[in-house]
């Protein structure tokens, strides 16, 4: 308290030395390390200790203030080692299974036991462990002590083996299907992982055994393997029965999903990766050509997506998926030839491809998880089959379109065409004869518009666009000018149909197409008389078009256009629609009862040919508005015909198709002839610039750049017959002292 100072006299504190100075009883040391040494026996006996902890934790406190620690920790080690040595003594003299309990039962006890009691231990001497042991170097914590004790223990002698084998003997068990102990091995392995004995010891004999176990299990399964059967039935329980690819892959998963799960049960986290590497090893990879000589191509067949997932899953993780690669892409290649290169094939092919293709997607797709690598061998696998048969693929694909587009068709009547044009552009995509495509879909395209037969102008249009994307503006070119040829012919036939309608006297409804030369395929000009009043149209739309367009030339095709007749019959008037050339000789009957077939020529001046073919579809087919003496089914030159005015039918239009006589494969040649003619230019003139620009090149070089620059396909021995044909021309040459040489001529 602050205050005035005290008043009266000041004590004084007098602090006196130590008479003597205070010693230890003379048993101190040695009565309290008994009384702990007494304590630790009683806690691994499982008894009450003769002091309290509270007691006992001084006891080793007051050592450990009079530098007694490393006593203490002596005598601790002293007694777990002498504990522990007793109790796993005790257990390895044991047999597998005894009447106590087996020895992995026992084992765990003694481990449960064991680290419970170490940490009660732990408990009492925690003053030693944060005094003596922190301030000791290479001193390991009471915990880390007690593990070490048991740790050198299992070194020491031979229990570590027996627990191991004993362990994996549990594994083997329940990957047999039986009963295993599960606590004890989880128990154990833990006791591996704590003491780290588990990557050293445990892992590399569990690897080993593993390997051992599927080893045998693949050899016996793989060897019984069985091709798929038409009707696959249930799949046998017994792993010892025979099995189909399938049946082993969903068994390969089964057990891959057993080894996950044991792993995350009672096994170390890295030895996951590991043992699922061993099993796939065993049951896969060394079995990867069996298993795809086997059942491959059987699995495609069959659409097999799940099994071929299970198949393209379990590959890939044994990085085998170049394996599958090679035979996916022979599986293509083979059922492509298939299709191919049978001609009595030929109608259905493009389905049939299409139809191909739509199930590889879905098998790249739901199985294969469209992997680039299998994807780029299908294509190069479509490529090579399709164009393993020449010129054929291009033709069909083009009649293939002409047929989906055409009005009328009923084949895609219940599916999109703007979907059905999409799949076959991708077939389109295969094909190296492009330039071969062209001509015969530019043959077809001119019929539609010429004859409009197309579903839509928007179809057609859509269908070049996509074309135009695929192959370039240079490819197109031309069949973009035979729609806009069309558009054209549609605006000016709107004014010379107002032109007609004016002058009703002789408006018979003529309309004419106007069709730029360099964009249509190229027609043969056909002798025809035609009719006078016909005549007089034709004249009137030359001086109306020459008023519009003056310079141009117009040439006739007639035997491309067609006509609406009105003929009167006994049953009445009907509508017939013929072509120009049949229209022309069904008219010479209104004006001649009877008709030879001489007169008839004369009048219309056709050559034989065309005359025959014309007069056995208007007497001899399905619709015989004419009647020819004598009866049969072929016309000959002595023939009379008259107008059949008898003729019945229940339509009131009729259309009257013409005799093909075979037309179809006479221009499936010309345009081949004339493809090949466009292609042999190209030849010349591409090795023409690579000399001119090269001045000199051997012909292996030659080749090769001729080769590379080439839309289409072309063989050694057409290219030498181009160079032979330069040579000659004097174009190129071939060197004086090396033959094998060509230099340019300027």
């Not at 009450?48 to 005598?75: N, V, W």
């Not at 490819?475 to 004016?502: P, Y």
Request: net charge neutral; charged share 25%; proline share 3%.
């Amino acid at each position: 308290r602050v205050g005035p100072p005290a008043v009266g006299p000041q004590k004084r504190l007098i602090i006196k030395g130590l008479r003597a100075i205070p010693a230890l009883p003379a048993n101190y040391k040695a009565d309290t390390l008994a009384r702990l040494r007494s304590a630790i026996q009683a806690i691994q006996l499982s008894q009450p200790t003769p002091q309290g902890l509270e007691e006992l934790y001084r006891d080793c406190e007051g050592l450990c203030l009079h530098k007694f620690g490393s006593d203490i920790y002596a005598m601790v080690q002293a007694e777990l080692g002498a504990y522990t040595r007793q109790r796993l003594d005790e257990i390895n003299r044991l047999s597998d299974a005894s009447v106590g309990g087996s020895v992995l039962e026992l084992t765990t006890q003694f481990w449960v036991g064991y680290t419970q009691q170490l940490d009660m231990i732990k408990c009492i001497f925690l003053y030693l462990d944060r005094t003596y042991v922190l301030q000791s170097a290479n001193v390991a914590s009471l915990w880390s002590m007690g593990l070490n004790v048991v740790r050198q223990c299992l070194v020491d002698t031979d229990i570590k083996s027996r627990l191991i084998r004993l362990v994996l003997g549990e594994v083997a068990k329940e990957r047999d299907g039986k009963s295993a102990d599960q606590t004890s091995v989880k128990c154990l392995v833990q006791m591996f992982v704590d003491l780290g004995l588990y990557s050293q010891f445990f892992m590399p004999s569990l690897i080993d055994a593993t390997r051992d176990y599927y080893v045998k299990e693949s050899r016996r399964l793989v060897g019984s393997l069985v091709a798929i059967q038409p009707a696959e039935g249930p799949r046998p329980t017994n792993s010892a029965s025979a099995m189909s690819v399938p049946q082993y892959l969903a068994h390969v998963k089964l057990r891959i999903d057993e080894e996950t799960q044991r792993a995350a049960l009672y096994l170390s986290p890295g030895s996951k990766a590991p043992l699922l590497s061993t099993v796939l090893a065993e049951l896969v990879e060394k079995h990867t050509e069996r298993l795809l000589t086997t059942s491959f191509d059987a699995m495609v067949d069959a659409h097999m997506l799940a099994d071929l997932a299970n198949l393209y899953s379990l590959l890939s993780s044994v990085n085998q998926l170049d394996a599958l690669k090679r035979y996916w892409a022979v599986y293509v290649k083979k059922v492509g030839l298939r299709l191919v290169q049978a001609p009595e094939l030929d109608v259905g092919l493009v389905s049939d491809m299409l139809a191909m293709k739509q199930r590889l997607d879905d098998v790249m797709k739901s199985a294969f998880q469209s992997n680039s690598m299998l994807a780029h061998a299908l294509r190069d696998s479509f490529e090579d089959f399709i164009n393993s048969r020449r010129s054929k693929p291009a033709q069909l694909t083009a009649k293939f379109i002409d047929q989906s587009i055409r009005s009328g068709n009923r084949s895609t009547a219940d599916e999109d065409i703007d979907s059905l044009l999409n799949r076959v552009v991708v077939i389109f995509r295969f094909i190296h004869d492009k330039d071969l495509f062209e001509a015969y879909y530019k043959r077809d395209l001119a019929k539609r518009l010429l004859y409009n037969k197309s579903v839509s102008a928007d179809t057609e249009r859509s269908m070049v666009q996509k074309l135009r994307m695929e192959c370039g503006p240079g490819f197109t070119k031309r069949l973009e000018g035979m729609l806009r040829d069309m558009d054209f012919t549609s605006d000016l036939d709107g004014k010379f149909t107002n032109l007609q309608e004016a002058q009703e006297a002789n408006n018979i409804g003529f309309h004419v197409s106007i069709l730029t030369q360099a964009f249509w395929p190229t027609y043969e000009p056909m002798p025809l008389t035609i009719p006078r009043n016909v005549e007089l149209a034709q004249e009137q739309f030359v001086q109306f078009y020459s008023e519009k367009h003056n310079g141009r030339k117009l040439y006739w095709q007639p035997n491309l256009g067609t006509c609406l007749l009105k003929v009167s019959f006994d049953e009445g008037p009907k509508e017939l629609s013929l072509t120009i050339v049949q229209g022309t000789v069904l008219l010479l009957f209104s004006e001649h009862d009877e008709l030879s077939y001489q007169q008839i020529q004369e009048n219309t001046g056709l050559e034989d040919v065309e005359l025959m073919r014309t007069l056995q579809s208007l007497a001899c087919g399905k619709y015989r508005v004419l009647a020819k003496e004598p009866k049969g089914r072929d016309v000959a030159g002595t023939d009379v015909f008259t107008f059949n005015a008898a003729f019945t039918s229940p339509q009131t239009r009729i259309k009257i198709g013409q005799i093909l006589l075979k037309e179809a494969e006479k221009e499936s040649k010309e345009v081949e002839e004339h493809i090949q003619l466009d292609r042999m230019y190209q030849v010349d003139a591409a090795i023409v610039r690579i000399l001119k620009a090269r001045k000199r090149l051997d012909h292996t070089a030659l080749m090769t750049e001729l080769l590379s620059r080439l839309k289409f396909n072309s063989t050694s021995a057409e290219v030498k017959e181009r160079i032979e044909t330069l040579i000659e021309r004097d174009y190129i040459k071939r060197d004086d002292a090396d033959p094998s040489l060509y230099l340019y001529l300027a």
